[in-house]
């Protein structure tokens, strides 16, 4: 800030000088020298009372604590000139508070020029004031413009500034006819685009003494002359770098050329008029960062609470309704590893704008975090709320063509409703981001409203997952194993891992329940990890003890495949054990062969570690898959097996999946056979491998024990 004080320094008739809090000198202006006979250089560095003849560092110090105290003081002073003796002068002493750090600015002038000089001072500190408390731009460059009329009464001012598109906009004129300023708004700049124009065309001053005859006016002069107008100096108001912001221009009654009172009238007034519009942008500028998200330009989690808020307060003073809308999109990440981070927020920009085009004027959009968008829709009603969820729902399914690739994606859109579901915007929040969830969990491009047996859903997924951290981290989970039979031979072919838990106040939680909750919380990885290990070392253990287990089967999750270090982790492990990789099989779903790619599969099985596809014909089935790639078994769901003696249906995919598995030459293993009809099925299709309870349910490592050798 301090520098942009200083600006206007350097172009003033007074003598000036910045004082730190010690009285030291940190800067001067060109007028300074002539007064105190010093360069600017000598007299930075220097004490205050090298140059003012009636100051020592004792009386400093009792004037800086009289200022502090007043915030101005004015005494005549006597001027230490080097070489030169000394001359009379007024020094007005200021406060200034740049930046929390005090400072202080003596003006020096001589008394014959006090007039014109307190004025400019008095132009300059009343700007300067304005700035600092915040005035807006607008109030505060008309204020300026009548401050310079008062000034020099034959003057009457205009400010405009210049757009990016090079046209003009009149921001002051306070004196000016209004439809000549209107005729203005907008005017592209060139070189012979009157004063104003001319002066940003060429960013230096242009000077018409008569715009009768001028011919920089000739398309303007009709303009201007007919409300008495007749001379005109205008001169481009620079940024610090040097770069046009816009125009400070002075008009005449009578055919003339500016003194050198105007022109030193204007040169400060510029560089005022700069630092006023360069702390208007900076102002802007943090606005936006504090209110705004600086990828979409939509409003921030900040300002999204501040209107939610004010709708909140409106809805309920005239009892209308209000929706809140909580947009994800689905499969953000593929589409920004595929582009890169610049093309995923080309990506994120395109969905803010196509989908804030559908909203009203009165609705709030907000990007809330990575690929996640709310809406605030004041005066809406489920049927409003679902219509437009359904335009969202449609834009996000268009193609979006990006860097000469096409991408498809979808959104899953959670609704709560006000006051129905709850008065505050957090629990209203909360409740469209549960609703979201649950529609990204029913198979995505899909909308859901918030519902209180959706609230109980959520509220039991936490006691679960609560219970489970402590369960993972008391070792109260186990693992059960169930064993795999080769229908050719009737042995035993392997085991298939399976988590079990048993919870003091829970009791026994199925995994249907508590690993999706391992999926959502981010405990799947430590619980897979733990399972792998678990198994592995009880495969060690069996074979110890002189027990044939060919292998042994564990489930592993499509989050964990994207952990970058399971093919180490996995390797670690069978090193520990002792164990060849080939006594390993993971199983995936389909599901995660469609959202991964083939790079972690490939990696896990150059260790040597076989893969199978679970439950096979229950997700996306698809040939190319198995072919792109490494698989060495199917799993065929156990839903086909289940009526395979009453169900034709049934029968012909179950014999499908074995055909596939056979072309394939893959090892296909039928899950959940229970009976005789359903062997024998199998058997006369050639499935090779069988489990179900028909030969055992799961066991505990002590049991299957046990089991192994009753077998013998």
């Not at 301090?2 to 172009?11: A, G, I, N, T």
């Not at 690929?371 to 399914?397: G, K, M, N």
């Not at 918030?450 to 997952?465: G, K, M, P, T, Y």
């Not at 299957?704 to 077998?711: D, G, I, P, Q, Y």
Request: aromatic share 8%; proline share 4%.
């Amino acid at each position: 800030m301090q520098d942009s004080f200083q600006l206007p320094v350097e172009q003033c008739a007074l003598g000036i000088l910045w004082l730190g809090a010690d009285g030291i000198i940190t800067h001067a202006n060109d007028a300074s020298m002539h007064l105190t006979g010093a360069t600017v250089e000598a007299m930075i560095g220097k004490p205050i009372w090298a140059y003012i003849v009636e100051l020592d560092s004792t009386a400093w110090k009792e004037l800086s604590k009289s200022v502090t105290a007043e915030k101005s003081k004015q005494l005549q002073v006597t001027i230490r000139m080097d070489n030169r003796g000394s001359a009379s002068a007024e020094a007005h002493f200021q406060l200034i508070d740049v930046g929390g750090s005090t400072r202080f600015a003596v003006f020096l002038q001589g008394i014959v020029t006090r007039v014109r000089t307190e004025e400019l001072f008095l132009l300059q500190h009343n700007l300067l004031v304005a700035v600092a408390r915040g005035e807006s731009l607008d109030k505060l460059l008309n204020q300026l413009c009548r401050d310079v009329e008062k000034i020099a009464p034959e003057l009457l001012c205009s400010i405009m500034l210049l757009d990016e598109q090079d046209r003009v906009h009149v921001v002051a004129a306070p004196s000016i006819p209004q439809s000549y300023a209107q005729a203005l708004e907008g005017a592209q700049i060139g070189p012979d685009a009157g004063s104003c124009g001319t002066a940003l065309y060429f960013n230096q001053p242009v000077e018409v003494s008569d715009i009768a005859t001028d011919p920089l006016w000739k398309n303007y002069r009709d303009m201007v002359l007919p409300i008495g107008l007749v001379a005109s100096w205008s001169s481009p108001i620079k940024s610090r770098d040097g770069g046009v912001l816009g125009t400070f221009a002075v008009y005449f009654r009578e055919p003339r050329e500016p003194s050198e009172f105007h022109k030193q009238l204007v040169a400060v007034c510029t560089h005022l008029t700069g630092i006023a519009i360069e702390r208007n942008e900076a102002d802007k500028k943090l606005h936006d960062l504090a209110f705004y998200d600086s990828l979409t330009g939509l409003p921030n989690r900040k300002l999204l609470r501040d209107r939610a808020a004010v709708a909140l307060a409106n809805a309920a003073h005239t009892g209308t309704q209000l929706a809140i809308l909580f947009v994800d999109l689905d499969r953000f990440k593929v589409i920004n590893d595929a582009l890169g981070h610049s093309g995923g927020d080309q990506f994120l920009r395109m969905m803010a704008e196509q989908f804030n085009n559908v909203v009203r004027q009165a609705d709030t959009m907000s990007r809330l975090g990575s690929d996640e968008f709310v809406l605030v829709l004041p005066l809406c009603d489920s049927l409003q709320a679902a219509h437009l969820a359904q335009r969202l729902l449609e834009i996000a399914a268009r193609p979006v063509r990006i860097e000469d690739r096409t991408f498809t994606s979808s959104a899953s859109i959670g609704i709560s409703l006000y006051p129905d579901d709850a008065t505050d915007f957090e629990s209203l929040l909360r409740y469209a981001d549960m609703a979201m969830h649950q529609s990204k969990s029913a198979g995505r491009s899909n909308y859901r409203f918030f519902s209180r047996e959706l609230n109980a859903s959520i509220q039991q997924s936490v006691v679960l997952e609560h219970a489970l951290r402590r369960a993972i981290a008391d070792h109260r989970l186990s693992v059960y194993y169930q064993p795999k039979i080769d229908l050719r031979h009737g042995t035993v072919y392997g085991v298939e891992a399976l988590a079990r838990w048993y919870d003091p106040e829970l009791g026994v939680v199925s995994p249907v329940r508590f690993i999706p909750v391992a999926e959502d919380c981010g405990l799947i990885g430590e619980l897979g990890n733990w399972v792998l290990d678990e198994a592995c070392r009880q495969l060690a253990q069996w074979r110890a003890d002189g027990l044939d287990v060919p292998s042994v089967a564990v489930n592993v999750s499509a989050r964990q495949l994207v952990q970058k270090d399971l093919p180490e982790t996995i390797a670690q492990i069978l090193q520990c054990y002792a164990l060849e990789p080939s006594s390993l099989i993971l199983e995936i779903t389909e599901s995660s062969m469609i959202q991964d790619d083939a790079q972690p599969l490939k990696a896990i099985h150059e260790l040597g570690v076989k893969l199978a596809v679970d439950d096979f014909g229950t997700g996306y089935s698809s040939l190319s898959y198995l072919k792109r790639f490494p698989v060495h078994e199917l799993k065929l769901d156990q839903s086909f097996v289940h009526h395979l003696a009453s169900n034709k249906d049934d029968r012909e995919l179950a014999s499908a999946v074995i055909n596939i598995g056979r072309a394939l030459h893959l090892t296909v293993v039928a899950e959940g056979v229970e009976n005789q009809d359903q062997l024998s099925f199998l058997h006369a299709q050639h499935c090779d491998v069988v489990q179900g309870y028909y030969y055992s349910p799961p066991l505990s490592a002590h049991d299957f024990h046990n089991w192994m050798l009753a077998r013998r």
